[in-house]
């Protein structure tokens, strides 16, 4: 993986967010709201598309921010266009764009970019993640009590056992964590643990969109499994990723609901 590559990357996805036509525009009603959504997804695409499959001829793309599974052989560009577009419609500051480049199945490269406070954070397999070209390193934090712990329902879902599983597990953490944040988009959150701004972060599903800032936050030395302590593949179901003396107090609080 070269350097060439990952600057190509990074200067097409800071084009991309120059273009979103749709930010604070708070619309009023459900139709205006997703032409909102969409056209700021699309303007990212346009630019996007163009200069990644051109940076790495014979690479596919993939823009099914929910997907999950496997993926097929090959170099695959898996693309979040606006990760909290939601937020971006209304004005909030928590909105960012990610890029990662799927080779053989396994993530290799990873872009996450937030115009507002100004960062983008990279990673490479193998070769550590950077804010802004600075080093990341998760928090060395070994006390959950002083931690900052997350999660959000990046899928949305109205199904009560869902939304049971996910508010239990909220309420456990926060009876043994300082504070959990519930808010998307997950990577925002996935970024802020590999910057050690916060200490822990899990989700019940593990979608395409999340593989960008998982392979950050794990450059960065964050301790990512599956919800049963399997290290994270881009198929597991849930995943947890937190600083390394946090990990284990975490697990077992998200699998025995306690």
């Known amino acids: 993986m070269t350097d060439d590559l ?13 273009r979103l036509p749709s930010i604070d525009v708070k619309p009023a009603t459900a139709e205006a709201l997703m032409a909102a959504l969409r056209a700021n997804d699309d303007a990212v695409t346009d630019v996007l598309r163009p200069a990644l499959t051109a940076a790495l001829p014979g690479s596919g793309w993939n823009t099914d921010e929910h997907g999950s599974g496997p993926m097929s052989d090959g170099d695959w560009w898996v693309v979040d266009p606006v990760g909290g577009n939601l937020n971006a419609v209304y004005g909030m500051p928590d909105w960012n764009i990610g890029v990662s480049l799927v080779r053989e199945g396994r993530p290799a490269l990873a872009v996450v970019h937030a115009p507002v406070p100004g960062e983008t954070f990279t990673a490479v397999a193998g070769h ?8 990341m390193k998760v928090s060395g934090k070994s006390d959950l009590a002083v931690a900052l712990a997350g999660t959000g329902q990046a899928k949305p879902d109205r199904d009560p056992a869902h939304a049971a599983r996910v508010g239990e597990a909220v309420a456990a953490m926060m009876r043994h964590a300082l504070y959990v944040r519930v808010s998307v988009p997950v990577s925002h959150q996935l970024t802020q643990v590999a910057a050690g701004r916060m200490d822990l972060h899990w989700q019940f599903d593990n979608l395409r969109s999340h593989i960008a800032p998982v392979l950050i ?15 994270w593949e881009i198929t597991s179901d849930g995943y947890l990723a937190a600083a390394p003396g946090l990990h284990a107090e975490a697990l077992d609080i998200l699998r025995s609901g306690r």
Request: a negative charge; aromatic letters at 0%.
């Open 217 to 231: 936050a794990r450059e960065a030395g964050a301790t990512v499994t599956d919800l049963d302590g399997k290290p």
């Open 6 to 18: 990952l600057e190509t990357v990074t200067t097409a996805v800071h084009e991309a967010a120059k």
């Open 128 to 135: 550590g993640a950077h804010a802004n070209h600075v080093p």
